[in-house]
Protein backbone atom coordinates (compact mmCIF):
# COMPACT_ATOMS: atom_id res chain seq x y z
CA UNK A 1 0.00 0.00 0.00
CA UNK A 2 1.38 3.09 -0.90
CA UNK A 3 0.90 6.06 1.26
CA UNK A 4 1.99 10.12 1.86
CA UNK A 5 1.55 12.39 4.58
CA UNK A 6 -0.09 15.17 4.54
CA UNK A 7 0.72 18.49 6.47
CA UNK A 8 -1.59 21.48 7.26
CA UNK A 9 -2.39 23.98 9.89
CA UNK A 10 -5.61 24.88 11.85
CA UNK A 11 -6.60 28.35 13.02
CA UNK A 12 -8.87 28.55 16.08
CA UNK A 13 -10.20 30.85 18.84
CA UNK A 14 -9.42 29.88 22.66
CA UNK A 15 -11.44 31.28 25.44
CA UNK A 16 -10.68 35.07 26.27
CA UNK A 17 -9.98 35.09 29.92
CA UNK A 18 -9.93 38.72 31.97
CA UNK A 19 -7.53 39.66 34.88
CA UNK A 20 -7.67 42.32 36.99
CA UNK A 21 -4.75 45.15 37.59
CA UNK A 22 -5.29 47.88 40.62
CA UNK A 23 -2.72 49.96 41.84
CA UNK A 24 -2.19 53.76 43.56
CA UNK A 25 -1.17 56.57 41.48
CA UNK A 26 0.06 59.22 44.00
CA UNK A 27 0.11 63.02 43.68
CA UNK A 28 2.22 65.52 45.17
CA UNK A 29 -1.20 67.24 46.95
CA UNK A 30 -4.58 66.59 47.89
CA UNK A 31 -6.86 66.29 44.63
CA UNK A 32 -9.92 67.78 44.05
CA UNK A 33 -11.06 66.18 41.35
CA UNK A 34 -10.28 63.97 38.33
CA UNK A 35 -10.66 65.03 34.93
CA UNK A 36 -9.21 61.84 33.09
CA UNK A 37 -8.08 58.95 33.12
CA UNK A 38 -6.89 56.46 30.71
CA UNK A 39 -5.01 52.75 30.20
CA UNK A 40 -3.32 51.50 27.54
CA UNK A 41 -2.03 47.19 27.44
CA UNK A 42 0.78 47.18 25.21
CA UNK A 43 4.36 44.65 23.80
CA UNK A 44 2.14 41.51 23.95
CA UNK A 45 4.17 38.50 23.81
CA UNK A 46 2.60 34.81 23.87
CA UNK A 47 3.96 31.13 23.85
CA UNK A 48 2.13 28.20 24.38
CA UNK A 49 3.29 25.41 27.05
CA UNK A 50 2.11 22.16 28.57
CA UNK A 51 -1.29 23.52 27.56
CA UNK A 52 -1.08 26.85 28.89
CA UNK A 53 -0.69 30.05 27.51
CA UNK A 54 2.03 32.49 29.09
CA UNK A 55 1.10 35.89 28.07
CA UNK A 56 2.87 39.06 29.19
CA UNK A 57 2.73 42.78 28.40
CA UNK A 58 3.29 46.31 29.87
CA UNK A 59 0.13 48.27 31.32
CA UNK A 60 0.22 52.19 31.48
CA UNK A 61 -2.21 54.61 33.35
CA UNK A 62 -2.38 58.00 32.91
CA UNK A 63 -4.35 60.43 35.23
CA UNK A 64 -4.76 63.77 34.96
CA UNK A 65 -6.42 65.97 37.87
CA UNK A 66 -7.20 69.21 39.57
CA UNK A 67 -5.63 70.14 42.87
CA UNK A 68 -5.79 73.95 44.05
CA UNK A 69 -2.80 75.30 42.62
CA UNK A 70 -4.12 73.89 39.33
CA UNK A 71 -3.71 71.07 36.52
CA UNK A 72 -2.16 67.80 37.31
CA UNK A 73 -0.89 64.62 35.89
CA UNK A 74 0.65 61.08 36.88
CA UNK A 75 1.76 58.11 35.34
CA UNK A 76 2.18 54.52 36.28
CA UNK A 77 3.71 52.08 34.26
CA UNK A 78 3.40 47.87 35.82
CA UNK A 79 4.21 44.60 33.75
CA UNK A 80 2.10 41.48 34.24
CA UNK A 81 2.45 38.15 32.78
CA UNK A 82 -1.04 35.80 33.05
CA UNK A 83 -1.16 32.05 32.08
CA UNK A 84 -4.28 31.47 30.27
CA UNK A 85 -5.38 27.08 30.70
CA UNK A 86 -6.28 25.64 27.95
CA UNK A 87 -5.99 21.97 27.74
CA UNK A 88 -7.14 21.05 24.07
CA UNK A 89 -3.80 23.42 22.84
CA UNK A 90 -0.92 21.26 22.27
CA UNK A 91 2.72 21.99 22.58
CA UNK A 92 3.55 22.43 18.80
CA UNK A 93 1.31 25.17 18.59
CA UNK A 94 1.67 28.45 17.90
CA UNK A 95 -0.11 31.10 20.15
CA UNK A 96 -1.84 34.95 19.26
CA UNK A 97 -3.01 37.10 21.67
CA UNK A 98 -4.96 40.54 21.48
CA UNK A 99 -5.00 42.69 24.50
CA UNK A 100 -7.54 45.40 25.37
CA UNK A 101 -8.71 47.48 28.42
CA UNK A 102 -12.58 46.33 28.98
CA UNK A 103 -13.07 48.68 32.21
CA UNK A 104 -11.28 50.72 34.19
CA UNK A 105 -12.17 52.12 37.57
CA UNK A 106 -11.23 55.11 39.87
CA UNK A 107 -11.51 56.36 43.54
CA UNK A 108 -9.81 59.30 45.34
CA UNK A 109 -8.00 58.65 48.08
CA UNK A 110 -7.05 61.73 49.22
CA UNK A 111 -3.59 62.47 46.96
CA UNK A 112 -3.69 59.37 45.30
CA UNK A 113 -6.13 57.76 42.87
CA UNK A 114 -6.67 54.45 43.34
CA UNK A 115 -7.20 52.22 40.10
CA UNK A 116 -8.77 49.18 38.99
CA UNK A 117 -7.97 47.85 35.59
CA UNK A 118 -9.67 45.03 33.71
CA UNK A 119 -7.85 43.45 30.58
CA UNK A 120 -9.48 41.58 28.06
CA UNK A 121 -6.92 38.64 26.50
CA UNK A 122 -8.44 37.13 23.63
CA UNK A 123 -5.89 34.58 22.34
CA UNK A 124 -5.75 32.38 19.09
CA UNK A 125 -3.86 29.22 18.30
CA UNK A 126 -2.47 27.72 14.74
CA UNK A 127 -1.80 24.29 15.52
CA UNK A 128 -0.07 21.96 12.67
CA UNK A 129 -1.99 18.40 11.90
CA UNK A 130 -0.11 15.54 9.98
CA UNK A 131 -2.00 12.43 8.58
CA UNK A 132 -0.85 9.74 6.69
CA UNK A 133 -3.22 9.10 4.01
CA UNK A 134 -3.75 6.28 1.22
CA UNK A 135 -2.17 6.91 -1.88
CA UNK A 136 -2.80 4.14 -4.24
CA UNK A 137 -2.71 0.91 -5.12
CA UNK A 138 -2.32 -1.72 -8.10
CA UNK A 139 -6.21 -3.14 -9.40
CA UNK A 140 -7.49 -0.53 -7.29
CA UNK A 141 -9.85 2.69 -8.04
CA UNK A 142 -9.54 5.93 -6.79
CA UNK A 143 -11.49 9.12 -6.35
CA UNK A 144 -9.39 11.57 -5.82
CA UNK A 145 -10.44 14.93 -4.26
CA UNK A 146 -8.18 18.55 -4.24
CA UNK A 147 -8.43 20.03 -0.88
CA UNK A 148 -7.26 23.62 -0.07
CA UNK A 149 -5.11 23.75 3.08
CA UNK A 150 -3.81 26.27 5.23
CA UNK A 151 -0.10 26.34 5.92
CA UNK A 152 1.94 28.80 8.14
CA UNK A 153 4.90 30.03 6.16
CA UNK A 154 6.72 32.38 8.34
CA UNK A 155 6.06 33.65 11.77
CA UNK A 156 5.85 37.87 12.47
CA UNK A 157 8.27 39.37 14.93
CA UNK A 158 8.48 42.46 13.61
CA UNK A 159 9.61 46.24 14.96
CA UNK A 160 7.78 49.27 13.54
CA UNK A 161 9.32 52.91 14.48
CA UNK A 162 8.06 56.26 13.22
CA UNK A 163 9.56 59.89 14.47
CA UNK A 164 7.59 62.82 13.57
CA UNK A 165 8.13 66.67 14.83
CA UNK A 166 4.90 68.41 14.65
CA UNK A 167 4.14 72.56 15.11
CA UNK A 168 1.64 73.10 18.36
CA UNK A 169 1.01 76.77 17.58
CA UNK A 170 1.64 78.24 21.52
CA UNK A 171 3.63 77.55 24.14
CA UNK A 172 3.80 74.25 26.19
CA UNK A 173 4.20 74.52 29.88
CA UNK A 174 4.04 71.12 30.75
CA UNK A 175 2.71 67.52 29.27
CA UNK A 176 0.04 66.24 30.84
CA UNK A 177 0.30 63.20 29.32
CA UNK A 178 0.04 61.43 26.22
CA UNK A 179 -1.24 57.91 24.73
CA UNK A 180 0.05 55.99 21.43
CA UNK A 181 -1.85 53.17 19.81
CA UNK A 182 -1.26 51.35 16.78
CA UNK A 183 -3.89 49.80 14.55
CA UNK A 184 -3.07 47.82 11.37
CA UNK A 185 -5.11 49.48 8.05
CA UNK A 186 -4.46 47.01 5.16
CA UNK A 187 -2.24 44.08 4.04
CA UNK A 188 -1.18 43.65 0.52
CA UNK A 189 0.42 40.50 -1.30
CA UNK A 190 3.38 41.77 -3.40
CA UNK A 191 5.39 39.96 -6.47
CA UNK A 192 8.43 39.33 -2.58
CA UNK A 193 6.48 38.68 -0.21
CA UNK A 194 3.44 41.13 2.29
CA UNK A 195 3.00 44.12 3.18
CA UNK A 196 1.49 45.18 6.62
CA UNK A 197 0.60 48.85 6.32
CA UNK A 198 -1.01 50.57 9.92
CA UNK A 199 -0.99 53.53 11.70
CA UNK A 200 0.46 54.76 15.17
CA UNK A 201 -2.22 57.59 16.34
CA UNK A 202 -1.24 59.82 19.25
CA UNK A 203 -3.33 61.80 21.77
CA UNK A 204 -1.37 64.86 23.81
CA UNK A 205 -2.64 66.74 26.54
CA UNK A 206 -0.34 69.46 27.68
CA UNK A 207 -0.92 73.56 29.16
CA UNK A 208 -0.54 75.98 27.58
CA UNK A 209 -1.17 79.59 29.17
CA UNK A 210 -2.87 77.74 32.04
CA UNK A 211 -5.26 76.13 29.79
CA UNK A 212 -5.58 72.34 28.78
CA UNK A 213 -4.99 71.62 24.69
CA UNK A 214 -5.44 68.77 22.95
CA UNK A 215 -2.90 67.48 20.21
CA UNK A 216 -3.62 64.42 18.00
CA UNK A 217 -1.87 63.23 15.13
CA UNK A 218 -1.12 59.94 13.03
CA UNK A 219 1.90 58.13 11.61
CA UNK A 220 2.03 55.79 9.26
CA UNK A 221 4.09 52.77 8.79
CA UNK A 222 4.83 49.91 6.65
CA UNK A 223 6.29 46.64 6.91
CA UNK A 224 7.36 44.30 4.64
CA UNK A 225 7.45 40.45 5.42
CA UNK A 226 9.13 38.03 3.02
CA UNK A 227 6.88 35.88 2.29
CA UNK A 228 5.64 32.94 -1.30
CA UNK A 229 3.50 35.17 -3.82
CA UNK A 230 -0.51 35.09 -2.97
CA UNK A 231 -0.27 34.65 1.09
CA UNK A 232 -2.18 36.99 3.79
CA UNK A 233 -1.66 37.50 7.11
CA UNK A 234 -3.06 36.53 10.32
CA UNK A 235 -1.67 39.64 13.03
CA UNK A 236 -2.02 42.00 15.59
CA UNK A 237 -0.01 45.20 16.29
CA UNK A 238 0.59 46.60 19.96
CA UNK A 239 2.45 49.66 21.53
CA UNK A 240 5.91 49.09 22.47
CA UNK A 241 7.37 51.83 23.49
CA UNK A 242 6.79 55.71 22.90
CA UNK A 243 8.76 59.12 23.74
CA UNK A 244 7.59 62.37 23.44
CA UNK A 245 9.95 65.59 23.66
CA UNK A 246 8.96 69.28 23.67
CA UNK A 247 11.38 71.68 21.66
CA UNK A 248 11.58 75.02 19.71
CA UNK A 249 10.78 78.36 20.66
CA UNK A 250 8.25 79.81 23.77
CA UNK A 251 5.54 80.98 21.42
CA UNK A 252 5.94 78.24 19.15
CA UNK A 253 6.60 74.87 20.67
CA UNK A 254 7.44 71.54 18.34
CA UNK A 255 6.29 67.95 19.85
CA UNK A 256 8.68 65.35 18.92
CA UNK A 257 7.25 62.10 19.05
CA UNK A 258 9.39 58.64 18.76
CA UNK A 259 6.85 55.79 18.81
CA UNK A 260 7.52 51.99 18.24
CA UNK A 261 5.35 49.08 18.31
CA UNK A 262 5.42 45.39 17.53
CA UNK A 263 3.63 43.50 14.74
CA UNK A 264 3.20 40.17 15.60
CA UNK A 265 1.63 36.96 13.79
CA UNK A 266 1.99 34.43 11.11
CA UNK A 267 2.08 34.30 7.46
CA UNK A 268 -0.43 32.00 5.81
CA UNK A 269 -0.73 30.38 2.67
CA UNK A 270 -3.62 28.25 1.48
CA UNK A 271 -2.27 25.20 -0.88
CA UNK A 272 -4.29 22.55 -3.08
CA UNK A 273 -3.33 18.64 -1.72
CA UNK A 274 -4.89 15.72 -3.72
CA UNK A 275 -6.22 12.98 -1.76
CA UNK A 276 -8.04 9.56 -2.35
CA UNK A 277 -11.63 10.42 -0.65
CA UNK A 278 -12.75 6.91 -1.98
CA UNK A 279 -11.23 3.32 -3.18
CA UNK A 280 -12.39 0.09 -4.18
CA UNK A 281 -11.51 -3.08 -6.38
CA UNK A 282 -13.66 -4.35 -9.38
CA UNK A 283 -11.38 -8.00 -8.46
CA UNK A 284 -10.74 -8.18 -4.67
CA UNK A 285 -12.60 -7.30 -1.87
CA UNK A 286 -11.04 -4.17 0.00
CA UNK A 287 -11.18 -2.84 3.34
CA UNK A 288 -10.04 0.51 3.70
CA UNK A 289 -10.63 3.13 6.57
CA UNK A 290 -11.99 6.19 5.11
CA UNK A 291 -12.33 8.92 8.38
CA UNK A 292 -13.96 12.33 8.16
CA UNK A 293 -11.50 15.30 8.01
CA UNK A 294 -11.85 18.83 9.52
CA UNK A 295 -9.67 21.63 7.87
CA UNK A 296 -10.02 25.08 7.05
CA UNK A 297 -9.96 27.55 4.20
CA UNK A 298 -9.69 30.96 4.18
CA UNK A 299 -12.33 32.98 2.37
CA UNK A 300 -12.30 36.44 3.44
CA UNK A 301 -9.22 39.15 4.43
CA UNK A 302 -9.78 42.95 4.73
CA UNK A 303 -9.30 46.11 6.88
CA UNK A 304 -12.52 48.31 7.50
CA UNK A 305 -12.88 51.89 9.15
CA UNK A 306 -16.45 53.02 10.49
CA UNK A 307 -17.28 56.11 11.94
CA UNK A 308 -19.22 55.70 15.50
CA UNK A 309 -20.86 59.11 17.34
CA UNK A 310 -23.23 59.36 20.10
CA UNK A 311 -23.61 62.03 23.07
CA UNK A 312 -24.20 62.05 26.64
CA UNK A 313 -25.30 65.24 29.26
CA UNK A 314 -23.75 66.66 31.31
CA UNK A 315 -25.69 65.78 35.42
CA UNK A 316 -27.66 67.53 37.19
CA UNK A 317 -26.98 70.56 39.10
CA UNK A 318 -23.87 70.89 37.67
CA UNK A 319 -23.21 74.45 34.65
CA UNK A 320 -23.84 74.50 31.28
CA UNK A 321 -20.97 72.65 28.94
CA UNK A 322 -19.10 75.98 27.00
CA UNK A 323 -16.94 74.14 25.17
CA UNK A 324 -14.84 71.10 25.06
CA UNK A 325 -11.56 71.23 26.70
CA UNK A 326 -10.19 67.72 25.55
CA UNK A 327 -11.36 63.88 24.99
CA UNK A 328 -9.61 60.79 25.31
CA UNK A 329 -10.36 57.18 24.61
CA UNK A 330 -10.40 55.45 27.93
CA UNK A 331 -11.31 51.76 26.70
CA UNK A 332 -11.85 50.14 22.96
CA UNK A 333 -13.63 47.23 23.82
CA UNK A 334 -14.21 44.60 21.00
CA UNK A 335 -17.40 41.88 22.54
CA UNK A 336 -18.37 39.71 20.22
CA UNK A 337 -17.13 39.21 16.27
CA UNK A 338 -19.87 36.90 14.34
CA UNK A 339 -20.49 36.22 10.69
CA UNK A 340 -23.49 35.92 8.52
CA UNK A 341 -24.05 35.83 4.74
CA UNK A 342 -21.94 38.34 3.29
CA UNK A 343 -20.61 40.08 6.22
CA UNK A 344 -18.60 39.88 9.27
CA UNK A 345 -20.08 41.25 12.37
CA UNK A 346 -18.82 43.34 15.08
CA UNK A 347 -20.08 44.17 18.44
CA UNK A 348 -18.29 46.46 20.96
CA UNK A 349 -17.84 49.91 23.54
CA UNK A 350 -15.57 53.02 23.14
CA UNK A 351 -15.17 54.56 26.22
CA UNK A 352 -14.18 57.81 25.99
CA UNK A 353 -13.23 60.35 28.93
CA UNK A 354 -14.55 64.19 28.06
CA UNK A 355 -12.80 67.20 29.41
CA UNK A 356 -14.92 70.31 29.09
CA UNK A 357 -15.14 73.97 30.78
CA UNK A 358 -18.28 75.35 32.04
CA UNK A 359 -20.36 78.36 31.15
CA UNK A 360 -19.14 79.76 35.20
CA UNK A 361 -15.35 79.22 34.06
CA UNK A 362 -14.92 75.89 35.70
CA UNK A 363 -14.03 72.68 34.86
CA UNK A 364 -15.65 69.08 34.74
CA UNK A 365 -15.46 65.84 33.06
CA UNK A 366 -18.07 63.34 31.76
CA UNK A 367 -17.52 59.42 30.81
CA UNK A 368 -19.44 58.41 27.60
CA UNK A 369 -19.64 55.21 26.14
CA UNK A 370 -20.01 54.78 22.64
CA UNK A 371 -21.63 51.02 21.93
CA UNK A 372 -21.58 50.07 18.36
CA UNK A 373 -22.71 46.72 16.32
CA UNK A 374 -21.41 47.10 12.50
CA UNK A 375 -21.94 45.20 9.25
CA UNK A 376 -18.44 44.98 7.61
CA UNK A 377 -19.02 43.60 3.93
CA UNK A 378 -17.26 40.53 2.88
CA UNK A 379 -19.09 38.99 0.05
CA UNK A 380 -17.44 35.47 -0.12
CA UNK A 381 -18.17 35.27 3.87
CA UNK A 382 -21.26 32.90 5.12
CA UNK A 383 -22.84 32.62 8.41
CA UNK A 384 -21.33 30.24 10.64
CA UNK A 385 -17.62 30.82 9.26
CA UNK A 386 -14.89 32.13 11.69
CA UNK A 387 -14.13 35.38 11.95
CA UNK A 388 -10.51 36.63 13.88
CA UNK A 389 -10.92 40.38 14.15
CA UNK A 390 -8.76 43.35 15.65
CA UNK A 391 -9.84 46.61 16.73
CA UNK A 392 -8.25 49.89 17.32
CA UNK A 393 -9.61 53.27 17.91
CA UNK A 394 -7.56 55.78 15.26
CA UNK A 395 -9.56 58.96 15.94
CA UNK A 396 -11.60 60.89 18.73
CA UNK A 397 -13.86 64.10 18.74
CA UNK A 398 -16.14 65.64 20.94
CA UNK A 399 -18.02 69.34 20.83
CA UNK A 400 -20.66 71.10 22.61
CA UNK A 401 -23.76 70.30 20.90
CA UNK A 402 -25.99 72.12 23.54
CA UNK A 403 -25.88 73.37 26.79
CA UNK A 404 -26.24 70.17 28.55
CA UNK A 405 -25.12 67.86 25.75
CA UNK A 406 -21.98 66.81 24.05
CA UNK A 407 -21.28 65.27 20.94
CA UNK A 408 -18.93 62.67 20.83
CA UNK A 409 -17.38 60.47 17.55
CA UNK A 410 -14.81 57.84 16.98
CA UNK A 411 -13.20 56.00 14.16
CA UNK A 412 -12.50 52.22 14.35
CA UNK A 413 -10.03 50.49 12.48
CA UNK A 414 -10.52 46.58 12.36
CA UNK A 415 -7.93 44.14 10.37
CA UNK A 416 -10.29 41.04 9.85
CA UNK A 417 -9.27 37.40 8.63
CA UNK A 418 -11.92 35.17 7.95
CA UNK A 419 -11.88 31.27 7.29
CA UNK A 420 -14.57 28.13 6.94
CA UNK A 421 -14.40 24.48 8.43
CA UNK A 422 -14.31 22.27 5.46
CA UNK A 423 -14.99 18.72 5.87
CA UNK A 424 -14.04 15.55 3.75
CA UNK A 425 -13.33 11.64 3.88
CA UNK A 426 -10.20 10.49 3.17
CA UNK A 427 -9.15 7.39 2.76
CA UNK A 428 -5.84 6.64 5.08
CA UNK A 429 -5.45 2.93 4.82
CA UNK A 430 -6.49 -0.01 2.26
CA UNK A 431 -6.13 -3.54 2.36
CA UNK A 432 -6.65 -5.38 -0.73
CA UNK A 433 -8.39 -9.47 -0.04
CA UNK A 434 -9.55 -11.80 -1.80
CA UNK A 435 -10.60 -12.40 -4.98
CA UNK A 436 -14.38 -11.51 -5.97
CA UNK A 437 -16.47 -14.76 -7.68
CA UNK A 438 -17.74 -14.14 -11.04
CA UNK A 439 -21.30 -14.45 -10.67
CA UNK A 440 -21.27 -15.51 -14.88
CA UNK A 441 -23.64 -12.43 -15.83
CA UNK A 442 -22.60 -11.49 -18.85
CA UNK A 443 -24.67 -8.41 -19.43
CA UNK A 444 -26.09 -6.24 -16.38
CA UNK A 445 -29.06 -3.81 -16.21
CA UNK A 446 -30.06 -1.87 -13.23
CA UNK A 447 -31.84 0.99 -12.58
CA UNK A 448 -29.98 4.34 -11.38
CA UNK A 449 -30.59 5.88 -8.17
CA UNK A 450 -31.24 9.98 -8.32
CA UNK A 451 -27.87 11.38 -8.20
CA UNK A 452 -25.84 8.60 -8.28
CA UNK A 453 -23.04 9.48 -10.37
CA UNK A 454 -20.65 7.11 -13.05
CA UNK A 455 -18.58 6.41 -9.89
CA UNK A 456 -21.35 5.30 -7.79
CA UNK A 457 -23.03 3.13 -10.00
CA UNK A 458 -19.32 1.52 -10.88
CA UNK A 459 -18.41 0.95 -7.72
CA UNK A 460 -22.27 -0.81 -7.04
CA UNK A 461 -21.66 -3.17 -9.98
CA UNK A 462 -17.93 -3.53 -9.53
CA UNK A 463 -16.56 -2.21 -12.54
CA UNK A 464 -14.31 0.69 -13.78
CA UNK A 465 -16.14 3.77 -13.94
CA UNK A 466 -15.28 4.83 -17.40
CA UNK A 467 -16.92 1.41 -18.87
CA UNK A 468 -20.13 2.62 -16.89
CA UNK A 469 -19.48 6.15 -18.89
CA UNK A 470 -18.87 3.81 -22.21
CA UNK A 471 -21.62 1.70 -22.45
CA UNK A 472 -24.11 4.76 -21.52
CA UNK A 473 -22.97 7.16 -23.70
CA UNK A 474 -27.06 8.67 -23.76
CA UNK A 475 -26.93 9.15 -19.93
CA UNK A 476 -26.26 12.09 -18.15
CA UNK A 477 -24.56 12.36 -14.50
CA UNK A 478 -25.41 12.51 -11.73
CA UNK A 479 -28.39 11.02 -12.47
CA UNK A 480 -32.09 12.11 -12.32
CA UNK A 481 -33.37 8.56 -11.34
CA UNK A 482 -34.43 5.49 -13.35
CA UNK A 483 -32.24 5.57 -16.18
CA UNK A 484 -31.36 1.73 -17.07
CA UNK A 485 -27.64 0.98 -16.84
CA UNK A 486 -26.27 -1.13 -18.83
CA UNK A 487 -22.84 -2.73 -18.38
CA UNK A 488 -21.29 -5.60 -20.44
CA UNK A 489 -18.93 -7.70 -17.85
CA UNK A 490 -17.83 -9.85 -21.34
CA UNK A 491 -18.39 -9.76 -25.33
CA UNK A 492 -20.79 -12.34 -26.35
CA UNK A 493 -19.56 -13.80 -30.18
Not at 72 to 94: C, I, N, R
Request: one cysteine or more; hydrophobic letters at 40%; proline letters at 2%.
Amino acid sequence: MQTKQIQFDRIRKLGAGQFVVECNVSADSEIKSLLCVSADVGDIRAAITAGQIAVSGKIGVNVIYETEEGVDSADHVTDFSKLLSDEGVGDGAKALVDATIADTETELRGNSVAVRIVVQLSPTAVETQSLDVFDGEDGTCEKRRTLSLIETVADIDAEVETEEKYSVGSGVEKVLGFTTAAVICKQTATETGLSIDGEICADVIYLSDGEMCRKTFSMPFAKSIDAPENCCALAVVSMKESALNVGGKADDATLTLTAKATVSGFVLRQFDEEVICDVYSPCHKLEFSCPCLSFDEIVDTGAYRERISGSVSVADGEADAARVVCARVAECDLTSVTTKDGCIVTEGVVTACVVYETEDGGKSSVKVELPYALDHEARDVKEGDCAFVSAGCCDLFAKVKRGREIEVGATLAFSALATRTCRATVVTEATVGEKLEDDGEAIVVVSAKKGETAWDLAKRLCVRAEEVESFNPSVEFPAEGGEKIVVYRMLAM
